[in-house]
Structure formats: structure tokens, C-alpha cells
Nanobody, 114 residues
Framework: VQLQASGGGLVQPGGSLRLSCAAS????????MYWFRQAPGKGLERVSN????????YYSNSVKGRFTISRDNAKSTLYLQMNSLKSGDTAVYYC????????RGQGTQVTVSS
């Protein structure tokens, strides 16, 4: 199983980023998928998840209305569109195929700063 997140970077408050997660080694279309983040000195936080068909989604209260999760099963890729970014969104972002996040692969750093 490989889960490789990308698309992070440095962005000013109010800006946007789109994260991608390339998945391989398992039947991507058969799994709910998850985005997690971990800020410095804090625990792992579930940010969002999406069902196999993309019709059902969940967002944490901290990102609801600003982030949008989506997936392309044909490309085995998960996305997270992040808008109106705040300094509190600064974290390493991971994708995973389980609710606990234990399957998460290499993350991507998102830094929101002026």
C-alpha cells in the first residue's frame, strides 16, 4: 500500500491550495478515504473523509465550509481543495484509507503565514 500526498506549500492567510494523494497497492475505489493533519506539538486530527462513490463526505468543524474533498477512482487519486486558509491550518497533511489513520503515508507540509 502506498499513499503519497502532495501539493502542500507556503501560502498567505486567505489563500488556497489543492492537495492530491496518489494511491496504489489496493483497490482504491473500494475504500472510504480520509485526510488527516498534524500540527506541530499536536495529535493527529481527522479533517475530512469521503465514501467510495464520492457521494458522502465528512468535515471537521474547523474546516467545514472552507475545504472540499473529492476523489477520482479512475486515477486512484484523492483531493483536498483548501480555501480561505488560516494560520491554524498549518500542519502536515496525510491521506489514509482507514479511520484511525494508521495507513497514512508520507505527508505534505502546509504552512499558512504572511
Amino acid at each position: 500500500v502506498q499513499l503519497q500526498a502532495s501539493g502542500g506549500g507556503l501560502v498567505q492567510p486567505g489563500g488556497s491550495l489543492r492537495l492530491s494523494c496518489a494511491a496504489s497497492g489496493f483497490p482504491f475505489g473500494s475504500y472510504w478515504m480520509y485526510w488527516f493533519r498534524q500540527a506541530p506539538g499536536k495529535g493527529l486530527e481527522r479533517v475530512s473523509n469521503i465514501d467510495t462513490g464520492g457521494g458522502a463526505t465528512y468535515y471537521s468543524n474547523s474546516v467545514k465550509g472552507r475545504f472540499t474533498i473529492s476523489r477520482d477512482n479512475a486515477k486512484s487519486t484523492l483531493y483536498l481543495q483548501m480555501n480561505s486558509l488560516k494560520s491554524g491550518d498549518t500542519a502536515v497533511y496525510y491521506c489514509a484509507k482507514d479511520l484511525s489513520g494508521v495507513s497514512r503515508g508520507q505527508g505534505t507540509q502546509v504552512t499558512v503565514s504572511s
